[in-house]
Nanobody, 114 residues
């Protein structure tokens, strides 16, 4: 059974940094796309950053220049380096992996205080 384990969330002051990690365990097979999403209560989950198997990346406009997504294919792990955090970045962050199936992590809370 495949599981995605996230870590790195927490409370940080505005302007600070956090690094999220998401490691896949189990027989996940070949992964084409990895991504980070976030969700605020009462709102739809939104894509924050995406990285393909070839290393191509795409970011939401609201995080461009501040967040960086990276992946370690050998470890089936993705990272999200978040710098210059703002209160509006406060959300539950979820990792996502797409291979033969879709996989989601359980979410990790990021809270940015003003």
């Amino acid at each position: 059974q495949v599981q995605l384990a996230e870590s790195g969330g927490g409370l940080v002051q505005a302007g600070g940094s956090l690094r999220l990690s998401c490691a896949a365990s189990g027989s996940i097979g070949s992964i084409n796309v990895m991504a980070w999403y976030r969700q605020v209560p009462g709102k739809q989950r939104e894509a924050v950053a995406v990285i393909t198997s070839s290393g191509g990346t795409n970011y939401a406009e609201s995080v461009k220049g501040r967040f960086t997504i990276s992946r370690d294919n050998a470890k089936n792990t993705i990272y999200l380096q978040m710098n210059s955090l703002k209160p509006e970045d406060t959300a539950a962050y979820y990792c996502f992996m797409l291979g033969l199936h879709v996989y989601w992590g359980q979410g990790t809370q990021v809270t940015v205080s003003s």
